[in-house]
């Protein structure tokens, strides 16, 4: 479990994100299961998977989410989000 909740949806983002921790992207829809780990596209902190999301072109950025670690995967909206906040690291 992590230290800091989870972001459940677009309208409700936490204050106090870790934007340290750990994460995965993944493409969307790309299932779960026994292997899932190893479908991780690539791995780092919260915010530098949000800056890369982000950098994406715009008509590519749905087809990813991020998933954190031990926590939950974060769709486009929650994605958008997150890059919005006032304490997003730039």
């Known amino acids: ?8 949806n677009a309208s409700h983002v936490p204050a106090g994100i870790n934007w340290n921790d750990h994460a995965t992207l ?5 299932g ?3 292997l899932y780990g190893m479908k ?3 791995g780092g902190t919260l915010s530098e998977l ?3 999301v ?7 950025r749905g ?3 991020i998933e954190r670690s031990g926590d939950r995967r974060l769709d486009i909206g929650e994605i958008y989000a997150l890059a919005a906040r006032n304490d ?3």
């Open 32 to 34: 779960e299961g026994v």
């Open 54 to 60: 982000m950098n994406l072109p715009e008509s590519e």
């Open 40 to 42: 991780a596209l690539r």
């Open 1 to 8: 479990m992590t230290d800091h909740p989870a972001v459940s």
């Open 26 to 30: 993944h493409r969307k829809g790309d």
């Open 63 to 65: 087809g990813y989410v």
């Open 50 to 52: 949000v800056r890369f």
């Open 88 to 90: 997003y690291p730039r």
